[in-house]
């Protein structure tokens, strides 16, 4: 009895995800990492390009090896389509994009106080920022 009763609930319950499955689509997103070659968004990209839902990932900072990240990232068997951009190609990068990620900044170094730190990082997040609303 309860084998019968396991059975068909399984059956009942294995339908309804089919059908909910089936019946869901899901949407590719188009995302920008800005400051894609430091030490955190070096990662942040790999998993974002690993990501079934990422599409197009554009990698942009002023450090001059953002495309070799780039590159890096595009051997990676996935959907995502990677393209890395450097100085001025803020716009270029951020073009059509659906989400934005901002990693950059500049770490804490010997004898700089977290003021310092703030205002350097603030400096940085707030050109980042005007070039998205744009």
């Known amino acids: ?13 294995s339908g309804s995800v089919t059908r909910t499955l089936a019946a ?8 920008s990492v800005l400051g894609a070659a430091g030490g955190i968004g070096q990662p942040l990209s790999l998993l974002l390009k690993i990501n079934p839902r990422v599409t197009a990932l ?5 450090a001059p ?7 890096d990232l595009s051997h990676i068997s996935s959907n995502a389509k990677c393209t890395g951009f450097t100085g001025d190609d803020l716009k270029k ?3 059509g994009c659906d989400v934005v990620v901002i990693p950059a900044g500049v770490p804490r170094k010997p004898g700089m106080t977290r003021d310092d730190l703030f205002n ?7 050109n980042l920022v005007a070039g998205c609303a744009e």
Do not use: E, H, Y
């Not at 869901?24 to 995302?31: D, L």
């Not at 350097?120 to 707030?126: E, F, L, P, Q, T």
């Open 24 to 31: 869901q689509q899901q949407r590719g997103f188009k995302c």
């Open 58 to 62: 554009t990698c942009f900072d002023v």
């Open 120 to 126: 350097i990082n603030a400096g940085i997040v707030r």
């Open 93 to 95: 990068a951020l073009d």
């Open 1 to 13: 009895m309860f084998s019968t009763l396991r059975s068909s609930a399984l059956r009942a319950a």
């Open 65 to 71: 090896i953002t495309p070799g990240v780039a590159a």
